[in-house]
């Protein structure tokens, strides 16, 4: 079953032959870095080597919140909140945002004290919450059967329409003059003296002085290409969509066993609320030092399986030439099979708490992978080894919501302003400098 249909993109057919700055990477966090970068006057193109949109910025849950994030993320996850609130009538088209609010329900007194302690990390910004008993909560959803202690509600959190997002978002970087490639991989960053000086795409070379890579899960085989270690491995998280249902809630909520968000088309998506398939690949075994304190930590979550995917990536170069194919060119999309056990089974488990489901009808399924990091927080930052080179990746699922925001800020970085928040816990020598890499666990 194919993934996700996304609104169409046809990319500028010119390459340019020189610009400011380069993105690699045409998911939401470079839309959005290109888009504010354009609004500055900073001449940028953006290369990607497929479609817009079409690997986990448009394969995700469609959550804009700032509900349970990792307390670093707080920050930019709140100037997020303000971006998207006018994100639409800013770029001139439909997101499919809306603030409907997002629930996590709560098991037991122990999930509930862990939801409410965790709340004191808004209080800083002025962001509605609060928690809900079980009954209130059954109150604010009529017609629901679930059974919990009760739950953290935050109605300022919000959905949008990850089909739609990214390409719109970069139709009006394009609007503001920026290029946007599509089926247009980058082979690699030219260098003079050290520093980045141009990049050489499938296409011919551009020069520039700034390269910002935003690849998402492909982040890790790029910059090894050029010596860069970053700490990445990629989790496949499974998705269906039902056709449209009347007197489903309105709220995003998250349980144990499922996952839902209503979509603009009346239907809603819906995955597990905790379960994720982990394929052991190459990659597992060079970063399972860096990874085992999560692994530690998050295990129950994790479905871990060894089958094709493994001989994928060892036959993947590390070391392709310049003047041939790269590794880009010959799988531009990221389409994984979806894994109907786990779909399913949330399914099944959404039925049980809201009977109105029964009703539903599955409309499709579909898998994309999530670039993780071993602490679950993002790469935002210039990498000190070559000049002019700049990572955005490693969003652990969470960069849908925060895409805008981390857009600015990357956009910050690169142009020397000061910055939207402190990019401290965003910074890739944090692998390298003796850091302390922590998981911080439920988050």
């Not at 209080?123 to 008993?133: K, N, T």
């Not at 809630?249 to 809603?268: C, L, N, T, V």
């Not at 999309?333 to 109907?340: A, I, M, Q, R």
Request: aromatic share 8%.
């Amino acid at each position: 079953m194919p993934g996700p249909y996304v609104d169409p993109f046809h990319g500028d057919a010119d390459l340019p032959g020189k610009v400011d700055v380069v993105i690699i990477g045409g998911g939401i966090i470079g839309a959005s870095t290109a888009l504010e970068l354009a609004e500055r006057g900073v001449s940028v193109a953006l290369c990607e080597k497929g479609g817009i949109g079409h690997e986990q910025s448009s394969r995700n849950w469609g959550w804009v919140r700032i509900s349970r994030r990792d307390p670093r993320e707080v920050a930019l996850m709140a100037e997020a909140l303000r971006i998207w609130s006018g994100l639409d009538e800013r770029i001139g088209r439909p997101t499919g945002y809306t603030r409907a609010g997002i629930i996590f329900t709560c098991t037991d007194d122990k999930s509930y004290e862990e939801h409410e302690r965790w709340g004191q990390n808004l209080e800083p910004y002025q962001i509605e919450h609060r928690m809900l008993s079980g009954n209130e909560l059954n109150d604010l959803l009529p017609g629901s059967r679930m059974k919990v202690k009760g739950a953290l509600y935050t109605p300022t959190d919000g959905r949008a329409e990850p089909q739609k997002a990214a390409p719109a978002i970069a139709e009006a970087a394009r609007d503001k003059g920026a290029y946007v490639l599509t089926e247009c991989a980058v082979r690699g960053i030219e260098l003079a003296a050290g520093a980045v000086c141009g990049v050489v795409t499938e296409r011919g070379s551009i020069a520039c002085s700034q390269v910002v890579l935003a690849g998402g899960a492909w982040s890790n085989l790029f910059s090894g290409r050029f010596g860069i270690d970053l700490p990445q491995l990629k989790v496949m998280n499974t998705v269906l969509r039902t056709k449209p249902l009347e007197g489903g809630p309105d709220q995003a909520i998250w349980a144990e066993d499922f996952a839902i968000r209503k979509r603009r088309d009346g239907g809603y998506t819906v995955a597990s609320g905790h379960e994720n398939i982990v394929d052991i690949v190459p990659a597992s075994f060079r970063y399972a030092r860096d990874f085992l304190p999560s692994l530690r930590s998050e295990w129950r979550s994790l479905s871990f399986r060894l089958g094709g995917r493994f001989l994928d990536e060892a036959r993947l170069s590390r070391n392709w030439e310049m003047d041939e194919a790269s590794p880009f060119e010959y799988n531009r999309v990221l389409d994984p099979k979806p894994s109907s056990r786990i779909s399913d089974g949330a399914f099944k488990a959404l039925r049980k708490s809201f009977p109105v489901f029964e009703k539903a009808e599955i409309a499709q399924k579909w898998a994309g992978y999530i670039d993780v990091t071993p602490d679950a927080v993002p790469v935002i930052s210039p990498v000190d080894a070559i000049p002019g080179f700049h990572i955005a990746t490693g969003f652990s699922g969470h960069g849908f919501g925060i895409g805008p925001a981390a857009g600015r800020l990357m956009a910050d970085i690169v142009t020397g302003r000061p910055p939207l928040v402190d990019p401290h816990h965003f910074r890739f020598s944090r692998f390298s400098d003796g850091s302390k890499i922590e998981l911080i666990s439920g988050f």
